[in-house]
């Protein structure tokens, strides 16, 4: 079945050491986005790509950093981890860029900061 | 700047019987509506979205929602509620990129 892959599903880092979460679909989609999703709170968009042109959302940190070599694969690296970016982060695509096309998520990755 | 408000963090329903689940949102204009659920351990799924035209959507699942645009709401209906439909919902409002709610949880009783 085609699909939104995010790996691993829980990852845990240290504080200040550098972290790589990673997403990968199988959909084809030309657009790829990140969110952040704190306990009991909404998903926030962090950037997404559409193709290889980049999107960062005006309020989303400098420590978030992200790079899509191909069509199939995203990465979020947070080159230094606080404890306030212990969260839920999910992936999702969609076909167009534009809040028109309905999007597809991955099941997300839970970042724990020790 | 837009936003979504979900004023109920939980409903509670008892099977057979119908379901809403509320969603207002802050936005100029006529913006893209959507739900999404989410099951434990899965990411979101699109359930419906309103773009323009019948303000009574239906989606999958045999859930519906019903814009309205004098009270800026698009509460997400269901009939006759299953055990199975518990789950966490989105709504979920935009043009270019979304902004979703905080989600309210479904919880049906046998």
């Known amino acids: 079945d085609a699909m939104v892959i995010q790996n691993p599903r829980y990852q845990v880092t240290q504080f200040g050491k550098p972290v790589t979460l990673s997403c990968s679909q199988t959909?084809?989609?030309?657009?790829m986005y990140w969110y952040q999703q704190k306990s009991s709170q909404a998903p926030k968009l962090l950037f997404h790509?559409?193709?290889?042109?980049?999107?960062n959302e005006a309020d989303t940190p400098d420590n978030f950093q992200s790079r899509r070599p191909n069509t199939s694969f995203c990465f979020l690296d947070i080159r230094s981890p606080g404890l306030g970016d212990a969260a839920m982060y999910l992936c999702?695509?969609?076909?167009?860029?534009?809040?028109?096309?309905?999007?597809?998520f991955g099941p997300g990755t839970r970042l724990t900061v020790t | 700047a837009q936003s979504v408000a979900q004023p109920e963090d939980q409903v509670n329903v008892a099977e057979g019987n119908p379901l809403t689940v509320k969603c207002t949102y802050s936005?100029?204009?006529?913006?893209?509506l959507f739900w999404y659920v989410q099951y434990p351990n899965r990411g979101l799924q699109f359930l419906l979205k309103?773009?323009?035209?019948?303000?009574l959507v239906k989606g999958s699942y045999g859930f519906e929602a019903e814009f309205n645009k004098s009270q800026t709401s698009f509460h997400l209906k269901k009939p006759s509620a299953l055990v199975s439909d518990s789950a966490l919902y989105f709504c979920?409002?935009?043009?270019?990129?979304?902004?979703f709610g905080k989600g309210t949880m479904l919880l049906v009783s046998p």
């Open positions: 999702a695509t969609s076909t167009r860029q534009g809040a028109l096309s309905e999007q597809y």
């Open positions: 959909l084809n989609h030309n657009v």
């Open positions: 790509y559409y193709d290889k042109d980049f999107n």
């Open positions: 936005v100029s204009g006529n913006p893209y």
């Open positions: 309103y773009i323009t035209g019948d303000n």
């Open positions: 979920a409002v935009g043009y270019s990129t979304l902004t």
